[in-house]
């Protein structure tokens, strides 16, 4: 039971640099999402896929870019990395929307520092 | 907007007794979701616990309850019996109606478990 697997778990990226976190459940869910932990802070969203073919803007999206690439798969691009962007960030799934009260499930998350 | 307060930034207790986690949120909807969310160090996140608001009755899981009381908008949740496999961050989470049914975080609750 995969659940939902994240790559990488760490990165280092330089200020400018660009990177894809990848995220892929084997769930059959329908709706996925990319959130951001930082210290002191809950979670935020940055963008989430309802379902395959949409997706939208969460609470934090400035600086980043998703793709739903299939069911299985949601990316999430750094085109130019910022410090600010430094975090752990997390991608999720679920079977349905959320709007339902619907149980997430979570990869393990990526680690990434920009210098 | 929506906000999940978790006052607590860090608590303790001895191993085999009760604590009691708090968490309050401010909103004007009747109809909406509460969570707890527990992160341990391995970081994946996994669902606790979940209170539909329209139950009167308050969320069991095994030795996890809520204490869920609408008017005061306050969502506790009480570990019984504590285990060391308890330590962990835990997290509350609202649905939210305004931000499209996305989840507002609290900031969270680190449990240490002393043996």
């Known amino acids: 039971n995969a659940g939902v697997t994240q790559t990488p778990k760490f990165q280092v990226l330089k200020t400018g640099q660009s990177m894809t976190l990848q995220c892929a459940q084997d769930?059959?869910?329908?709706?996925m999402y990319w959130y951001r932990q930082d210290p002191g802070m809950g979670l935020r969203l940055i963008y989430y896929s309802a379902s395959e073919g949409t997706t939208d803007k969460g609470e934090v999206p400035n600086g980043y870019n998703v793709s739903r690439l299939n069911k299985r798969e949601f990316s999430l691009r750094l085109e130019s990395a910022a410090p600010s962007q430094t975090s752990v960030y997390f991608c999720a799934s679920s079977e349905l929307p959320t709007a339902r009260g619907e149980k997430l499930f979570f990869g393990s998350g990526t680690q990434l520092s920009v210098l | 907007a929506q906000t999940v307060t978790q006052s607590q930034p860090e608590m303790s207790v001895q191993e085999a007794e009760t604590v009691t986690l708090s968490c309050t949120y401010d909103t004007s909807e009747s109809d909406y979701y509460l969570f707890w969310y527990k992160q341990p160090p391995s970081r994946q996140m996994i669902l606790v616990i979940r209170?539909?608001?329209?139950k009167q009755q308050n969320a069991t899981e095994n030795r996890f309850s809520v204490n869920f009381q609408k008017a005061a908008k306050s969502f506790s949740l009480k570990i019984s019996d504590s285990q060391l496999g308890d330590a962990a961050m835990y997290f509350c989470a609202y649905r939210s109606e305004d931000s499209n049914y996305q989840l507002i975080w609290g900031a969270g609750t680190k449990l240490i478990i002393k043996p």
């Open positions: 209170q539909e608001a329209y």
């Open positions: 769930m059959n869910h329908n709706s």
